[in-house]
């Protein structure tokens, strides 16, 4: 399946807890202010690459916690994230998904990926809630949140 992505990080350690393969998913359309990631906005930025050379990528390197999906906004390319968070899920890698969405905003078409994610940040960015200090998000209205813990 063809997903459009700005690009990933193969070993990020900022993405998530402990070593994880972040892809940062091309276009959102939120325009944040101070929005750390400008350059994913365009909706046909980025480049287009098959999923299968994502999973391959990640299933080869055996030093991995897990996946991130992230970007710009996952959740407008919901069937390859959902491809990439259950192939992570077989692979015994777990994974973290960070949208502008709150989790009660989460369209239904996002209830099955809901399932395949272990962690989710939530919300827009807010710049005048940037806080240096928090783990994993940029401003103190974003969620951490342990889906399955919550369950
Ligand atoms: S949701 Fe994320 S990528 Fe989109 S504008 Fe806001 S901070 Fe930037």
């Known amino acids: 399946m063809e997903i459009r992505i700005a690009g990933v990080e193969p070993e990020s350690v900022v993405d998530g807890e402990g070593i994880r393969f972040a892809i940062f998913f091309q276009g959102c359309l939120r325009r944040c202010r101070g929005c750390h990631n400008p350059a994913t906005h ?12 994502l999973i391959d990528a990640f299933r080869k390197n055996p030093l991995l916690t897990g ?22 899920k077989s692979s015994g890698l777990d994974v973290w998904c960070y949208t502008g969405c ?15 994610i272990d962690v989710l940040v939530d919300g827009e ?27």
């Open 42 to 53: 365009a909706l046909d930025g980025g480049k287009l690459v098959d999923t299968s050379e």
């Open 67 to 88: 996946i991130t999906l992230t970007g710009g906004e996952p959740l407008l390319q919901i069937p390859a994230a959902l491809e990439l968070a259950k192939a992570a």
């Open 102 to 116: 709150t989790l009660e905003k989460i369209p239904p078409a996002a209830s099955e990926l809901l399932k395949n």
């Open 125 to 151: 960015y807010v710049e005048e809630l940037r806080d240096l200090e928090l783990a994993f998000r940029g401003s103190k209205n974003q969620r951490v949140i342990h889906l399955h813990k919550a369950r």
